[in-house]
């Protein structure tokens, strides 16, 4: 079956740029959640959703940042005037519900570097 | 707030060694801890997860321990193969702070033929 979904899988961008990612998660998953991987400072939570809302924002670092879902469905994560330290792949994941018995399940991730 | 933290950052063992990777956390209240593996410019396959009220989990020649009260767990590799070459990640997902699970740093296996 279908895996979480990214695309693109790079992206190539200078700065100032807006820069819109985009995720598809694994068919019937309510939950979806974004993260952030980059050399200095690991994994980190950005976002996530239940459904088409959103109850955890904290991790967005700045309001450059900002992210969207809908029908329960597609999510798009999109990054105004990109800086340089934007640079870094993020990662898309889903579970079946946000219940803490649910594994997430991550997509391959869209590698993003800004020049 | 919580830390993960995972020992050692890089391992190389020969092929067929049993071998241990650690992973320790600052804040017991979870509600559960997963182990991902990553290989190089892919995203993360789940391997185990343990609820906080659960001790271990197997999965074919993976088990996991997990003992929340002294913030710990260990991911246990049998036998281990070529194939087993990845960098392993363990995540904690807090009580009450939403699905957001919190990573360590992982340890980078390679496992030499």
């Known amino acids: 079956g279908a895996g979480v979904s990214q695309s693109p899988s790079n992206k190539v961008t200078e700065k100032g740029k807006d820069v819109e990612l985009r995720c598809d998660p694994i068919?019937?998953?309510?939950?979806l959640y974004w993260y952030r991987q980059s050399l200095g400072q690991g994994l980190e939570f950005l976002i996530y959703?239940?459904?088409?809302?959103?109850?955890?924002k904290s991790g967005l670092p700045s309001d450059r940042f900002s992210a969207e879902r809908t029908g329960g469905s597609v999510s798009t994560l999109t990054i105004q005037r990109t800086q340089q330290e934007d640079s870094a792949v993020y990662l898309c994941a889903s579970s079946l519900t946000a219940g803490h018995i649910q594994p997430q399940h991550f997509g391959d991730g869209t590698r993003l570097s800004i020049l | 707030k919580q830390e993960v933290t995972q020992i050692p950052a890089a391992l190389s063992v020969p092929e067929g060694e049993n071998l241990v990777l650690n992973c320790s956390f600052t804040d017991s209240a979870i509600y559960n801890l997963q182990w991902f593996r990553q290989d190089p410019g892919k995203g993360l396959t789940s391997l185990l997860l343990i609820q906080s009220s659960q001790r271990e989990q197997t999965s074919g020649r993976l088990n996991a321990s997990l003992d929340k009260s002294s913030g710990r767990s260990t991911l246990y590799i049998a036998a281990s193969q070529p194939g087993d070459s990845a960098t392993y990640l363990c995540?904690?997902?807090?009580?009450?702070?939403?699905?957001?699970?919190?990573f360590g740093q992982g340890t980078e296996l390679s496992v030499k033929p």
């Open positions: 068919s019937g998953h309510t939950a």
């Open positions: 995540a904690v997902r807090p009580d009450n702070q939403g699905g957001k699970l919190i």
């Open positions: 959703f239940q459904g088409n809302s959103a109850p955890d």
